[in-house]
């Protein structure tokens, strides 16, 4: 069974422009399960911080709305009925790469995907596993030394966390065979196997919401 935490539930607050400042970017491959979830939950938690979550697949199912079961996930989670019913399956492409301050992918094929398309982008694309991983032993307090020593502005504050993080690859102990960093892929699977899915993403997703509220909070 899941552990459910409904907590964190606020409405969106824009910037006097319109536009959030930070902007988040999840991957996945067919963009109906787990990309849209992962979007779905930080969006829902990150509110009232200044930031956008989007999402895209790498073989997207363009315009498919988001899989039955994973709309039964989200509900389960707290994310708002309508947040779900709105998706569409959107294509990775090198637009889409352009503007996230950081990108989550689902799986490391997800992640080679990106770093192909966009190469620049290695050091802000982490698989969500992964960046739950590398920040687990990263207190708050060392987060924010980081990202107040960038200054005040969001985007140099991401750059400073990420570079953080990104230079914990190789010194952090990679992860058991058992584990992993990738998010199984449950789409027209068990309930079972979208159970698993949710239990692997919801932690990951704790860690970089703690981690992206210390930088930007």
Do not use: K
Request: charged share 25%.
């Amino acid at each position: 069974m899941l552990d459910l935490d409904l907590s964190g539930l606020f409405s969106p607050q824009p910037d006097a422009s319109g536009a959030p400042t930070v902007q988040i970017l999840t991957v996945c491959t067919g963009n109906v399960c787990r990309s849209p979830l992962a979007e779905q939950l930080l969006r829902t938690r990150l509110a009232p911080l200044d930031v956008a979550v989007s999402s895209a697949g790498t073989r997207a199912l363009i315009d498919r709305p988001m899989d039955a079961d994973a709309v039964r996930l989200a509900a389960l989670l707290g994310v708002p009925a309508d947040d779900s019913a709105a998706h569409r399956g959107r294509w990775l492409s090198e637009t889409e790469l352009v503007s996230p301050d950081l990108v989550l992918a689902m799986a490391r094929e997800h992640r080679a995907g990106v770093v192909e398309l966009a190469p620049a982008r290695t050091r802000s694309t982490f698989t969500v596993r992964e960046f739950a991983r590398l920040a687990a032993d990263v207190p708050d307090a060392q987060v924010r030394e980081a990202a107040d020593a960038a200054g005040t502005d969001p985007h140099a504050r991401m750059r400073a966390t990420l570079a953080l993080l990104a230079e914990r690859r190789g010194v952090v102990a990679p992860p058991s065979a058992a584990s992993g960093d990738d998010v199984v892929d449950p789409y027209r699977r068990s309930w079972e196997t979208y159970q698993l899915s949710a239990a692997q993403l919801m932690p990951a997703v704790e860690q970089v919401l703690r981690v992206l509220r210390a930088t930007l909070a």
